[in-house]
């Protein structure tokens, strides 16, 4: 994947003065050890903090050392101050994790089980954040596997302090649901580029002939071999493609990463006479996310997902119920899921190749109700790969209050039988979510979905980027009420 930091983690214990320094570094070697045995490269600073002098001596050392991402290990209790000062003076995510007690309980006892209480008292008092395990106290192996989980949070961390995501045209008229106030993108550390799709069309005209064309096309038609169903569209789609890279190039400025928030409706057809769905898979699929419909939050969500599961994405309508006939059929008995744990999730064509069973490429058959079938030819269409997947979202309300809900499943080998990208999706306690966290917490009808079980790791990332846990949503299992919930009904 491209368009993503790499982590570089630098490991540093600490040690209270009236507990033996040599024990939080004997330890900390058996940590280091054991994660470079099992997982790779983990820096080991070899300075092992007792006071605030040794605190500078140790940041000096892991900045110099290139790390951007840090573990603050108890050894043993711990120095309060100066083990949370390494927390508050690094520039970058950190992690606190504690030793478990060995054999000798005597000279040998570090009490890193009270020490971490401690640490977490000190990071609230100074308002600091730091990823603590569900678990954080452990022998080196377990903390090694601690750090390793760690590793996705840090990086998704990372990524949003040097994403921009740059945006084209207002939101289309009657979609509210994807218009969200942008002061929580700064706090977030996300810049944005705000555009009008009047630019955007300038700059496609000035691609007018760009001899890199050719070789775009050529590689469209390789991805979509036998799929390649409209192949008259594909000089305008390559140099669609070309003019977004480009603009990506000239506007990132300061900032490492990217991702686009597109507009797809209702000029676009018309004006650039197609749509820009495939393109929007073709990158998407590289690591670049490009929501639709100006979905600002849309696109950021899509980003953290493909940072954290650094794979492709896609951004996906919670759309229509399956037909009871189908659900009959091809679910009922076969699989463990009420009709209401299933849905379809749908957009016209924007999910990358990779993750549809089979792709074609066609034309947007809604629009194409209103306008000439011609300019709504680009769509990318398939019934969606079956797999595991995680449905989420991070959204700003309209009061400006950050937001989330996570949601693990499947999508079921069932065939659709409809058009656009679209599979048959199947979440446990689906209907009550449905009911009590996307309704009732006025999320939009946008999804962002990650192939595969990510759940955990964007939790982590969602508290550290500083959501309440109360507001981020889940797909309660059955017996367990929302607060919403009725508790006369079922």
Not at 116 to 133: E, F, G, V, W
Not at 245 to 273: M, N
Not at 374 to 385: S, Y
Request: glycine share 8%; hydrophobic share 40%; with cysteine.
């Amino acid at each position: 994947m491209i368009n993503t930091p790499v982590e570089k983690i630098g490991l540093v214990a600490v040690s209270r003065d009236c507990f033996p320094m040599t024990l939080s570094e004997r330890r900390r070697q058996a940590v280091a050890k054991a994660y470079t045995a099992k997982y790779g490269e983990l820096y080991e600073c070899p300075v092992c903090v007792e006071n605030e002098k040794d605190m500078r001596l140790a940041l000096e050392d892991v900045r110099t050392a290139g790390c951007n991402a840090l573990v603050v290990y108890l050894g043993n209790f711990g120095p309060e101050s100066s083990e949370t000062l390494l927390v508050k003076e690094f520039d970058g995510p950190a992690m606190v994790v504690a030793a478990a007690e060995e054999g000798d309980l005597l000279d040998g006892r570090g009490d890193a089980y009270c020490g971490m209480l401690n640490a977490s008292y000190n990071l609230k008092l100074r308002n600091l954040r730091a990823y603590i395990p569900e678990y954080p106290v452990g022998t080196a192996e377990e903390c090694a596997d601690m750090i390793h989980a760690f590793r996705p949070i840090a990086r998704a961390v990372l990524a949003l302090r040097n994403l921009k995501i740059i945006s084209f045209g207002p939101r289309p008229q009657d979609f509210l649901a994807c218009n969200a106030p942008i002061k929580r993108l700064y706090d977030l550390g996300v810049e944005i580029e705000e555009n009008s799709e009047l630019d955007l069309f300038e700059s496609y005209h000035k691609h007018a002939g760009d001899p890199r064309i050719p070789q775009v096309v050529a590689d469209m038609e390789r991805e979509l071999g036998d799929g390649n169903k409209k192949p008259g569209i594909l000089p305008q789609l390559a140099q669609y493609e070309l003019t977004l890279l480009d603009w990506v190039e000239a506007h990132r400025g300061s900032r490492s990463y990217v991702a686009i928030a597109g507009k797809c409706w209702p000029a676009f057809q018309t004006q650039f006479g197609f749509v820009p769905c495939y393109v929007n898979s073709r990158l998407t699929g590289r690591g670049i996310p490009v929501s639709c419909e100006v979905d600002i939050y849309g696109a950021l969500s899509e980003y953290i997902g493909a940072v954290v599961s650094q794979d492709a994405v896609t951004l996906l309508d919670i759309n229509n119920t399956v037909p009871a006939p189908l659900y009959e059929q091809q679910i009922k008995g076969r699989y463990p899921y009420a009709h209401t744990d299933t849905f379809m999730g749908f957009h016209c064509g924007n999910t990358p190749s990779c993750k549809l069973a089979a792709c074609e490429m066609r034309y947007q058959k809604i629009m194409a109700r209103t306008l000439p079938e011609e300019v709504t030819q680009g769509t990318l269409e398939g019934d969606i790969a079956p797999g595991p997947i995680t449905f989420f979202r991070l959204q700003s309300t309209a009061d400006a209050q950050l937001r989330a809900y996570i949601a693990q499943g499947e999508v079921l080998p069932v065939p659709t039988g409809s058009f656009g990208g679209i599979g048959v999706f199947a979440i446990p306690e689906m209907g009550r979510f449905y009911r009590h966290v996307l309704i009732e917490k006025n999320f939009p009808h946008h999804g962002a979905v990650a192939f595969g079980h990510f759940g955990a790791t964007l939790f982590e990332v969602f508290k550290y980027l500083g959501v309440d846990v109360n507001e981020i949503g889940y797909n309660q299992p059955r017996g367990v009420r929302y607060p919403t919930e009725n508790p006369f009904v079922g």
